[in-house]
Structures are given as structure tokens and as C-alpha cells.
Nanobody, 124 residues
């Protein structure tokens, strides 16, 4: 599985962006998917996760209520809708595929694939 993230950009505080992560390969629907982010000088952190069917979603406390993760298995794509963006959301965002538990808790051994990041910059 290869993952390609897109949709990042520059937005003012309070604005919205939608990130997409397109996956190659026929096994996309068998993986849980997630989004992580890494701000300059900080460690990579979990943002959101979704199970294989899309029936269960999980969020970090910092984005809960503002971000929504979803997936379309027919299109091999996972999305991250980001609303009410804040300057502290500025980071490189990465999509990942693996087991739901590993994604939720950032356990590297269970995250099988990473996409290249997409930059999100929120101006104040």
C-alpha cells in the first residue's frame, strides 16, 4: 500500500481545510487509517483514527469537535475535515495505515504504512 496525502495549505485562523489520503493497492479496506501531525521542534502526535469500516472513529483531545475523519473504501481514500483551525494546528500532517490500536496509541510496530506529509499552516 502506498499513501499519498494532499490538501494542505495556508489558511487563516477559524478557517477550514480538507486533507485527503489516497491509497494504492487492493487491501486498503482491510486497514485502519489515521492522521498524525508534527509541528516544528515537536514530536509527531496522533490526531485521528478510523477503523476499517468507518464505523468507529477516535480523536485526540486537541482536535475533538473540530476535526472529522472519514473514509471511502470504494475510492481507497481517507479524509480529514478540519474546521475552526487554530495557529497551533500548524504542522506537517501524515496519513498512516495499520491496526486501529497502534494508530490510536502511536505504536510504530503496528503502523505498516506512512504517507508523505502535507503542510498545514494556520495564520493568526
Amino acid at each position: 500500500v502506498q499513501l499519498q496525502a494532499s490538501g494542505g495549505g495556508l489558511v487563516q485562523a477559524g478557517g477550514s481545510l480538507r486533507l485527503s489520503c489516497a491509497a494504492s493497492g487492493r487491501t486498503f479496506s482491510s486497514y485502519a487509517m489515521g492522521w498524525f501531525r508534527q509541528a516544528p521542534g515537536k514530536e509527531r502526535e496522533f490526531v485521528a483514527a478510523i477503523n476499517w469500516s468507518g464505523g468507529s472513529t477516535y480523536y485526540s483531545d486537541s482536535v475533538k469537535g473540530r476535526f472529522t475523519i472519514s473514509r471511502d473504501n470504494a475510492k481507497n481514500t481517507v479524509y480529514l475535515q478540519m474546521n475552526s483551525l487554530r495557529p497551533e494546528d500548524t504542522a506537517v500532517y501524515y496519513c498512516a495505515a495499520g491496526s486501529i490500536g497502534s494508530i490510536r496509541f502511536g505504536i510504530e510496530n503496528g503502523i505498516h504504512y506512512w504517507g508523505k506529509g502535507t503542510q498545514v499552516t494556520v495564520s493568526s
